[in-house]
């Protein structure tokens, strides 16, 4: 079973910061990718951030040039420093792992809340 921790979300004005952090455990093998996705009331998930074992990352528009995604794989982690944030940021988010089986794995979800 693989498990995916993540930590770092809560509430913060706009223009703010703040620095997520998932570790995964488990019976993983080899990992594919690692990212974040969001989910804000009433809207479907969305992708925010996705890291891939190639280097290779992708970034939804609306958070290019402010979030960074990055990686420690000794640790099997994945960071999510966002900044500055805005209100439209608001929204549950859920770490993603993606193993070299194709199999998917969530966390269960932080709440990142943004105030104006």
């Known amino acids: 079973q693989v498990q995916l921790v993540e930590s770092g979300g809560g509430l913060v004005q706009a223009g703010g910061s703040l620095r997520l952090s998932c570790a995964a455990s488990g019976s993983i093998f080899r990992i594919n990718a690692m990212g974040w996705y969001r989910q804000a009331p009433g809207k479907q998930r969305e992708l925010v951030a996705l890291?891939?074992?190639?280097?290779?990352?992708n970034y939804a528009d609306s958070v290019k040039g402010r979030f960074t995604i990055s990686r420690d794989n000794a640790k099997k982690t994945v960071y999510l420093q966002m900044n500055p944030l805005k209100p439209e940021d608001t929204a549950v988010y859920y770490c993603y792992l993606q193993n070299n089986l194709i199999q998917e794995y969530w966390g269960q979800g932080t709440q990142v809340t943004v105030s104006s």
């Open positions: 890291s891939r074992s190639s280097g290779s990352t």
